[in-house]
């Protein structure tokens, strides 16, 4: 039986997968033990095709541990549990790679004992793909390369062997039974990623991967960067991709960590590979080094915020991990709340609160753009969308004060008779953005103090707080931070002590109903020129994946950060020149364009906050800076 014990006794932090990789003992050690649990029989629950099962297909139970869901399946998406029931499984997989490197460690006659020690402290090593070295180099080699060279038991000597992070060979048994509608990743011996053909034996396009990467770097900054400003203080908003259709104004419904994990497995995947498919992405080994990033993410979010799964869930089984002996027993999310109960920590949980939330803002601040790459050629003409109102910000303070200028600036639903391929234009009437702007400001004066750090006191003190209990309270209140959980900064946008405050936009989506049978995506121009897109990590057939997304009542919404294409077209800084700048366009996931009617109510917002600084053409409301929240209320359709 396998089980994942609770301990807590020899904890060890996580590393980035650039520092994992430079220790040439762990690298070694976990390189092998790797390539050892991929060769195990399928049968076998600690073998690398059993863990990856679970994800999806072929629908086995795993290790005797019955599935709720007629068509199988265990893993969750699209829901308030994402984040925590991948937990466990990373967890899973991470105890697996120990036990064998800590056997090959044992068959080193040389410096035995510091091999033994490299391989106990051994933690799965995250892959951090919004850092700027990763947006420098699109993908780490150690993804990417077909062989690579370890110090080989006993002696320590080089050896080079086939490298086990590359791809993985699906076993024959397990693809007979995937279902025909999966076309090429049925038949396809190894993982791909970009593949180069729809053979067998296809390759993936490494070239193709690094660049693709590469352009959703800077996406993925912005998008980390907002988990951490303020604009996300939900549980409900962060913790997954459903969209909550009475709130379509709060801005935290379209930013989840899983959003931005979906647009990682789409961008991997390209032109159909394994992981942008959720019935089969975890045979692809990259899926692991990501997940654990998402792990990472919410490890810091709830160190930042003390937010967590509410009472109403957090009791709840986190099936097939056992957490014992009981063939019954699993973990819950309540336990598995503190990180270390499983033996490890992240390098940053050191930090706490506001503290913390500043080096997330600073560590995922502005960088320059990718190198241009090849992009989809231009939608067809765009069809006219309605405005509905502004929606406030707050502000955020480099060296001298500034306040930003932040709205809701369109909004589209999909109409029959659409455009030949279901484009639309963005449009913006810009009268409405002074009403909005008079009817949200705020007067008060403690509101100007913050914005120019007079009463630094009253935003930046965060009270010291012990460490996070094992698991939180089961009746904690909904979205309530656990006991002794550091006091979070306040919520509502970038803090005014935030040092890389700078003007952005976004163009927020939502999807009520999908009838395009796949992953698809959205993609994003401005004035005419491809900028971004929205990759939606839906599956083939709703039959596959029993609890992944849901085809038919599809709840979802997103962001995609247009930033960089408003800065290189010149209008960013200039709210008036953004009216009709924005084309959008639908693919399904053989890249065709589909009419966005294919998508029940679909709409489109474009956000905007644009920054400035006092005195330099920006006075406030009378002569007065003063700021504005994201979460102040409004109404969507009060004109």
């Known amino acids: 039986m396998v089980f994942i014990p609770r301990s807590g006794n020899a904890v060890a932090p996580r590393k980035e997968v650039l520092t994992f990789f430079a220790d040439q003992k762990q690298a070694s050690l976990f390189l092998q033990a790797f390539a050892v649990i991929q060769a195990r029989d399928s049968k076998d629950p600690k073998s690398y095709a059993q863990v990856s099962a679970i994800h999806g297909l072929p629908n086995l ?253 957090v009791g709840e089984g986190l099936a097939p991990f056992k957490d014992s002996a009981d063939p019954k027993s699993v973990w819950s999310s309540a336990e598995v709340f503190d990180t270390k109960i499983m033996n490890y920590t992240y390098p940053e949980m050191q930090f706490k609160g506001r503290e913390l939330q500043q080096k997330m803002l600073a560590l995922y601040g502005a960088t320059a753009a990718a190198a241009p790459v090849a992009v989809p050629a231009t939608p067809a003409p765009a069809v006219p969308i309605k405005t509905r109102g502004i929606e406030p910000a707050v502000a955020a303070a480099h060296d001298a004060p500034v306040v930003t200028e932040r709205g809701l600036f369109g909004v589209q639903k999909a109409e029959s008779g659409a455009g030949a391929s279901g484009d639309f234009s963005i449009n913006t009437e810009l009268k409405k953005l002074e009403k909005g702007f008079s009817s949200f400001f705020t007067s008060t004066m403690s509101a100007v103090n ?72 959205i993609q994003y121009y401005v004035h005419d020129q491809y900028a971004a897109e929205s990759f939606i990590f839906a599956r083939v057939k709703k039959e596959t994946c029993a609890n992944c997304m849901d085809l038919d009542d599809l709840t979802l919404g997103g962001a995609c950060s247009l930033t960089e294409a408003f800065k290189k077209a010149g209008i960013l800084q200039d709210s008036a020149k953004w009216k009709g ?23 489109v917002l474009l956000r905007g906050a644009v920054v400035k600084t006092a005195g330099a053409g920006w006075e406030g409301v009378n002569g007065v800076e003063q700021r504005r929240r994201w979460d102040d209320p409004f109404d969507l359709d009060d004109d």
């Open 581 to 603: 700048a924005v084309k959008v366009r639908v693919v399904d996931w053989e890249n065709k364009a589909v009419p966005v009617t294919r998508l029940g109510g679909f709409k």
């Open 61 to 313: 139970e795993y290790d005797g541990f019955p599935m709720k869901k007629p068509n199988g399946g265990y893993c969750v998406h699209g829901a308030a549990l994402f984040p925590t029931w991948h937990r466990p499984y990373i967890a899973l997989i991470e105890m697996l790679i120990i036990e064998a490197a800590v056997e090959i460690a044992k068959r080193y006659t040389k410096d035995t004992q510091a091999w033994l020690q490299a391989a106990q402290t051994i933690r799965f090593p995250y892959w951090d793909w919004a850092t700027k070295e990763n947006l420098a180099a699109g993908v780490p080699d150690i993804f990417v390369l077909e062989t690579v060279s370890v110090q080989m038991a006993p002696e320590g000597k080089p050896a080079t062997i086939r490298n086990p992070l590359a791809s993985y060979s699906i076993p024959a048994e397990f693809r007979a039974s995937f279902p025909n509608e999966l076309g090429p990743l049925k038949n396809f011996k190894n993982t791909v990623r970009f593949p180069m053909s729809k053979d067998a034996d296809a390759k993936s396009n490494v070239a193709s991967l690094k660049e693709a990467m590469k352009k959703l770097s800077p996406q993925l900054r912005s998008m980390v960067r907002v988990l951490f400003d303020g604009s996300v203080t939900d549980w409900a908003d962060f913790s997954n991709h459903s969209m909550d259709f009475g709130n379509k104004k709060r801005v935290g419904n379209y930013h989840s960590v899983e959003y931005v994990h979906d647009q990682v497995h789409g961008t991997i995947s390209g032109n159909g590979g394994h992981m942008g498919y959720p019935e089969v992405a975890s045979y692809d080994p990259i899926f692991y080094f990501h997940h654990c990033n998402i792990d990472r993410l919410l490890a810091l979010y709830q160190q930042i915020y003390g937010l967590y799964a509410d009472s109403k869930i």
């Open 450 to 521: 913050n914005l120019t750090g007079s009463n630094a006191n009253a935003t930046a003190a965060v009270p010291a707080a012990a460490e996070p209990q094992h698991a939180p309270p089961v009746a904690n209140p909904a979205g309530s931070p656990p006991a002794n959980h550091p006091t979070p900064p306040p919520a509502g946008g970038a803090s005014s002590t935030d040092p890389q405050a700078e003007s952005s936009v976004y163009a927020h989506f939502s999807v009520k109903k999908n009838s395009i049978n796949g992953p698809f995506t």
